[in-house]
């Protein structure tokens, strides 16, 4: 499996701008999609993840909610992470991951991610 992330970059406080995340050779129906960032000196944390086999539920981190949306195109197998209302702390290496899942998964666990993407840097200004 492999991941392409995209869509990093600097913006304004206040400001949106939306990441992708392709998939290729993926060949298991029943996944997770998930988003994680890490910022200097911090330890990587969650962010969002998408499931399959939960028909599309959508989880967030609490610093997250209702400002970060994530979504999935099917036909292009890549995952979205809308990111709005951007505030400096946003500042990180957005990641995303995914793997095979079930009703046991902990979708906000890195470890329960065995197929990563390269970090797309996203940099909020104030």
């Known amino acids: 499996v492999q991941l392409q992330a995209s869509g990093g970059g600097l913006v304004q406080a206040g400001g949106s701008l939306r990441l992708s995340c392709a998939a290729s050779g993926r060949t298991f129906s029943d996944y997770v999609m998930g988003w994680f960032r890490q910022a200097p000196g911090n330890e990587r944390e969650f962010v969002a993840a998408?499931?399959?086999?939960?028909?599309?539920?959508?989880y967030y981190a609490d610093s997250v909610k209702g400002r970060f949306t994530i979504s999935e195109d099917n036909a292009k197998n890549t995952v979205y992470l809308q990111m709005n209302s951007l505030k400096p702390e946003d500042t990180a290496v957005y990641s995303c991951?995914?793997?095979?899942?079930?009703?046991?998964?902990?979708?906000?666990?890195?470890?329960?991610?065995?197929?990563w993407g390269q970090g797309t840097l996203v940099t909020v200004s104030s």
């Open positions: 991951a995914t793997n095979r899942a079930n009703f046991n998964t902990n979708v906000a666990a890195a470890r329960e991610y065995d197929y």
């Open positions: 998408i499931s399959s086999w939960s028909g599309g539920r959508t």
